[in-house]
């Protein structure tokens, strides 16, 4: 068991650790620059016995694939961001004038069918039409909320 220092002990202790660490190299770093011995061992053969699983395969392939589809996205957006960075008014109606043509002759197209299968449904009615209409109102409330029944 150690005694305890004195005040006088513990500063000439102090000064001494605070010496040394002052002291020290100021390089931290050391390289051996002499030839290694040898040992006189003959290089082994390690061949490659690692496998590599399927799953892992697959999960490189589809990430190099994601990867490139990625960098062809990028293209494109970048491609028409130029485009777009240098639009005029005609060449926005070149554009558009194939879709408009398409977009037209699809508009026509439905409205001839829409009237090719009114024209082929006739109704004809027999009989009487009896139509009763009665609408019944409630007003109620300070705020005047008023509902409407409509039956026929």
Not at 91 to 98: C, D, E, N, R, W
Not at 109 to 138: C, D, E, F, W
Request: hydrophobic share 45%; with cysteine.
């Amino acid at each position: 068991m150690r005694e305890p220092m004195t005040p006088r002990q513990a500063e000439s202790e102090a000064r001494r650790i605070i010496t040394e660490a002052f002291d020290a190299p100021a390089c931290t770093s050391y390289r051996d620059t002499s030839p290694a011995e040898p040992t006189g061992a003959q290089p082994v053969a390690q061949p490659e016995t690692r496998t590599v699983p399927t799953w892992a395969v697959g999960t490189a392939v589809a990430s190099i694939g994601v990867g490139a589809g990625a960098v062809g996205l990028g293209c494109a957006v970048w491609l028409a961001a130029q485009g777009l960075a240098a639009i005029t008014l005609a060449g926005v109606l070149a554009a558009l004038a194939p879709f408009l043509g398409v977009a037209l002759v699809v508009l026509a197209a439905g409205a001839a069918l829409n009237r090719a299968k009114r024209s082929s449904t006739p109704h004809i009615h027999t009989g009487t039409v009896v139509k009763n209409t009665q609408v019944t109102t409630q007003t109620r409330g300070m705020l005047s909320r008023t509902r409407t029944e409509v039956t026929q």
